[in-house]
């Protein structure tokens, strides 16, 4: 991963250098991601902070980590609650959806603004990979036990608990 990193550095720097000419010319070079992988510089947009990540070995914060965090905050109870707290299942409100789907596209840097259409499809996704299962009651999910455990362990080192 390091040799990807130098790479990119090298080929950024190569840009920076003919700017001129290419921006002239209209025209821009390719740049090498990883092999014989090559797209536009004009969209290859990677901000530090990506980068980092990236090689840092870090995740993303994942929806139903945000979802946690929001359940576990007191102001957000007009948004999000526990239904049943003991077995991972919570409800969203239905007059404050959209406010808990804008913050998240916030959270996650997003240009446009996340619906909780968009939001629902992530959740759907989820049920499919076995994290959060949809309740029959409307607008009510569950943290699988394996998801839910992981959560309150990741909770408790960071309280310190």
């Not at 901000?47 to 965090?69: A, P, V």
């Not at 916030?106 to 446009?112: A, I, M, P």
Request: proline residues 1%; aromatic residues 12%.
């Amino acid at each position: 991963m390091n040799g990807i990193m130098v790479e990119y550095q090298e080929q950024m720097r190569r840009m920076n250098n003919n700017s001129l000419s290419s921006s002239r010319h209209g025209s821009v070079s390719p740049v090498t991601v990883s092999g014989d992988q090559c797209i536009d510089a004009k969209y290859y947009f990677v901000t530090k902070i990506h980068l980092q990540r990236c090689f840092s070995g870090k995740r993303k914060e994942r929806l139903f980590q945000f979802l946690y965090e929001m359940l576990q905050t007191p102001d957000m109870r007009s948004c999000i609650w526990w239904v049943q707290s003991n077995n991972g299942t919570f409800q969203f409100s239905s007059q404050n959806k959209e406010k808990l789907a804008e913050m998240w596209g916030r959270r996650k840097g997003n240009r446009k603004t996340m619906t909780y259409q968009k939001m629902a499809r992530a959740l759907r996704n989820y049920s499919r990979t076995g994290e959060i299962c949809k309740v029959k009651r409307k607008l009510t999910y569950q943290f699988t036990e394996r998801t839910l455990r992981g959560l309150q362990n990741n909770s408790q080192r960071f309280m310190g608990s």
